[in-house]
């Protein structure tokens, strides 16, 4: 059975991060249910001229124009925030892992506390008591002490503390490289082979 993946783009700066990933993973035959928050939306449309709302066709006429190219047999499904009649808010629902990329604050807090008032809060939620992968790609910077705590308790539970830090070692030229060095990192943690940054110390992709 295909991997299926859940994908949550939130209102933190960074959306270039969500997109990243589902071109990374929409290359390869998986099963991806995105949800994108409200907030999301509006920095989509901010950031990289995205302003159809859910809908799934028109989101996927906006990825290709991102040049993201779609495997055969992956398959995309895109649901709204308040929609909890859909996979992912249920623990019957078996999948491999749920990145939010980027995670705003907002986000983080709701989850550290246990608040489910979305469906990607509840998803994440799930994920903690399911003990299913959760990674959270935290974007703000300076941390308050709140931030820092709700990261500890989210890590306490379970989930996967990731601020998108990109590395320099492999000497990247481009933003999209830089990215993609912070996207690599996520597929490895959903044990998803990556061709975006060789291992430190090995010359070929294993």
């Known amino acids: ?13 960074g959306s270039i991060y969500g997109i990243r990933l589902l ?3 929409l290359k390869i035959p998986l099963n991806i249910y995105l949800v994108i928050s409200a907030s999301g939306y509006r920095v989509l449309e901010h950031e990289a001229g995205y ?11 906006f990825l290709k124009k991102e040049g993201i190219c ?17 996979p992912p808010a ?3 629902f078996v999948h491999d892992g749920m990145v939010i990329a980027p995670c705003s604050m907002g986000t ?13 809060k509840r998803a994440a939620d799930v994920c ?26 989210a890590a306490e539970s379970g989930a996967i ?25 996520v597929l490895d943690h959903l044990n998803i082979k990556q061709t975006l940054v060789k291992e430190w110390g090995i010359n070929d992709f294993v």
């Open 90 to 92: 249920s623990g019957s």
């Open 1 to 13: 059975m295909k991997k299926r993946i859940i994908v949550a783009i939130c209102g933190a700066s």
């Open 23 to 25: 071109k990374a993973l």
């Open 108 to 120: 983080l807090g709701s989850i550290a506390s246990g608040i489910s008032d979305n469906l990607i």
């Open 128 to 153: 903690l008591k399911e003990k299913r992968p959760l990674i959270l790609l935290t974007r703000e910077t300076p941390l308050s002490l709140i931030h820092i705590k709700n990261m500890y308790k």
């Open 161 to 185: 503390i990731m601020p998108p830090c990109p590395g320099f070692y492999f000497k990247p030229g481009s933003v999209e490289e830089l990215i993609d060095s912070v996207i690599a990192r």
């Open 70 to 86: 779609f495997h055969k047999d992956a398959v995309l499904n895109v649901y709204e925030q308040e929609d909890f009649f859909t």
């Open 51 to 61: 302003n159809a709302g859910c809908n799934l066709a028109s989101f996927i006429s």
